[in-house]
Every structure is written in structure tokens, then in C-alpha cells.
Nanobody
Framework: VQLQASGGGLVQAGGSLRLSCLAS????????IAWFRQAPEKEREFVAY????????NYAASVEGRFTISRDNAKNTASLQMDSLKPEDSAVYYC??????????????????WGQGTQVTVSS
């Protein structure tokens, strides 16, 4: 499966952005999906996760209550709604897909498929 992330941009602190992840080459419904982010000179970090069915969602503590992950398997898309954005949310955001196994959802190396990343910049 190939993933394409989009929706990034420049926004003021307190604002909102909605990121999208479009899958092609296979049904997204056979994968769990996550969003990760990477700021300059920092390691890639987990942001949010959703199971193939959408029944389970998990968030990093830093974004809990502000970000919402969702998916639409019929449209082969996943999304990340980001509200109340802070300057420290600035990073390149990546969507990722992993097979339906027991690999840890919070580890980047659990994911075999990655989108190209979309830049999010939050100004203070």
C-alpha cells in the first residue's frame, strides 16, 4: 500500500489543521494506522493511532484532548484533526500503516508503510 499525507501548513497558535492520509494500491481496512511527527534534530515520535476498525484509538499524552484521529475505510483515507495547536506541535507529520499484528502501536519500527510527510508550522 502507498500512503500520501497532505493538509499541512502554517497556522497561528490556537488554530486548527486537518491532515489527511490517502492510501492506494490496497485496502486501508487491512491496516492499523498511526500518525507520527518529527521536529528538526529530534527523533520521530508517536502522535496517534487507530485500529483497522476504528474501534480503538490511542494518543500521545502531549496531544490528548486536542487531536482526533479518524478513518474512512470506504474512501481509503485516514485523518488527523488538530485543534488548539501549539508552537511545539510544529514538525513534519507522517501517516503510517502496519499489519494487524501485536507489534507495539507506539513504535515507529512497527510500521512497514509510510507517507512522505507534510509540514505543520505553528507560529506563536
Amino acid at each position: 500500500v502507498q500512503l500520501q499525507a497532505s493538509g499541512g501548513g502554517l497556522v497561528q497558535a490556537g488554530g486548527s489543521l486537518r491532515l489527511s492520509c490517502l492510501a492506494s494500491g490496497g485496502p486501508l481496512s487491512t491496516y492499523d494506522i498511526a500518525w507520527f511527527r518529527q521536529a528538526p534534530e529530534k527523533e520521530r515520535e508517536f502522535v496517534a493511532y487507530i485500529t483497522w476498525s476504528g474501534n480503538t484509538r490511542n494518543y500521545a499524552a502531549s496531544v490528548e484532548g486536542r487531536f482526533t484521529i479518524s478513518r474512512d475505510n470506504a474512501k481509503n483515507t485516514a485523518s488527523l484533526q488538530m485543534d488548539s495547536l501549539k508552537p511545539e506541535d510544529s514538525a513534519v507529520y507522517y501517516c503510517a500503516a502496519k499489519s494487524l499484528d501485536y507489534a507495539s502501536y507506539g513504535r515507529a519500527d512497527s510500521y512497514a508503510y509510510w507517507g512522505q510527510g507534510t509540514q505543520v508550522t505553528v507560529s506563536s
